[in-house]
């Protein structure tokens, strides 16, 4: 009997990119700000984000007439992550 695995991976740059900032902010930001920061369009993150949100990397937080986004801190995968990110950054390279 096999048994098949659904992994989500992570093959765009737009989503790693959108996770960075993220994980670096630490809070809820909305769609338009994380495009202005990894140099995307809203149409793009929007359509990486609602994947991401998908599989529980990120989750959404309604604020009035926004939405909001922020990194899910309780997912082992995003912990793994920010550790990778900051354990980077302490050698000195700028960016992966």
Known sequence: MKVHFK???L???VEMDILRTLIKWDMPL???R???EIGSNY??????LKSLVGVGL????VYGKRTLYKAEMANERIVILKQFLEAWKKCGVRRL
């Open 7 to 9: 992994e989500y991976e």
């Open 11 to 13: 093959p765009k740059k």
């Open 30 to 32: 909305p769609i338009s």
């Open 34 to 36: 994380i495009a202005k």
């Open 43 to 48: 149409i793009t993150v929007r359509k990486h």
């Open 58 to 61: 990120v989750f959404s937080v």
